[in-house]
């Protein structure tokens, strides 16, 4: 059917393209180059060919090609695959929206040829999320009629997409409270330290020629110096957990 529509599609942009009604068939079959489809056009061609056809044409126009084209290569039973699927939980909205879900389930309703409305909204109920349906069922005022089928897809496209808006806000919020919360000073159970390296100068004892620097901080080296947060100069927190990071 993807195929089939888009050869319609350029046949009505561009009817200046075809000479007549056999120039649009012919054009069509020669995308028909593999597979199934290779071989019945080659069996229309096989047929042109003939002795006893010479002069005729397998189709007489683009609609009698079209409804060909639909028996050969479209499912036979559409309906009743589409009806075992609303009779079954295949179609079901899960972990997808309702755009998506409401595209597939008009599809169906089209396919099995539904037109009661108070079926096809007891369907899409069946179908649509929990949350969502109970939403648009316990409405305090505007609550869509059971036998209109688009008021229902409204409401459950609006809800859908306020409850989106407000899962953004909510991340963005609580991003914000995280950031705006001062976190405690690092607490360590065990430390344990690396001893220095000796330098060069501590390679070998002291002499007249040889002398060693004094380090006048070995003392304080025992235990390590607290960080300090580079943007209120306070002690126990680095910058990016700064309370005064944000000047709100």
């Given at each position: ?14 009817p ?19 597979g199934?489809a ?67 389930f ?15 909204v ?20 505007g609550?869509?009629?059971d ?63 040889n ?38």
């Open positions: 059917m993807a195929f089939l529509n888009s050869c319609q599609v350029y046949i009505c942009l561009c200046n393209s075809f000479m007549d009604k056999q120039a649009k068939i012919v054009w069509a079959m020669s995308y028909m180059k593999a199934r290779a071989k019945w056009s080659a069996r229309v061609f096989r047929w042109e060919e003939q002795p006893e056809n010479v002069g005729y044409h397998k189709f007489i126009d683009w609609e009698d090609f079209r409804d060909e084209f639909k028996r050969e290569f479209c499912p036979v039973y559409v309906d009743s695959a589409a009806i075992n699927q609303l009779e079954s939980t295949a179609y079901f909205q899960k972990s997808r929206s309702v755009d998506e879900y409401l595209n597939e008009q599809d169906l309703i089209r396919e099995a040829g539904y037109s009661d409305p108070k079926t096809i007891v369907k899409f109920c069946r179908g649509l999320d929990t949350q969502i349906q109970n939403a648009i069922a316990t409405m305090p005022s609550r869509p009629s036998m209109v089928p688009m008021d229902w897809y409204t409401a459950a496209r609006t809800i859908d997409q306020n409850r989106a808006t407000n899962e953004a806000f909510r991340s963005s919020y609580r991003t914000l409270s995280v950031a705006l919360t001062p976190s405690r000073p690092a607490t360590f159970n065990t430390v344990r330290f690396q001893a220095p390296e000796r330098s060069a100068n501590h390679q070998h004892a002291p002499t007249p020629g002398p060693v620097l004094m380090d006048i901080d070995a003392s304080r080296k025992t235990q390590p110096l607290p960080f300090s947060c580079y943007q209120c100069r306070k002690a126990g927190y680095k910058a990016p957990n700064c309370p005064t990071r944000f000047d709100i």
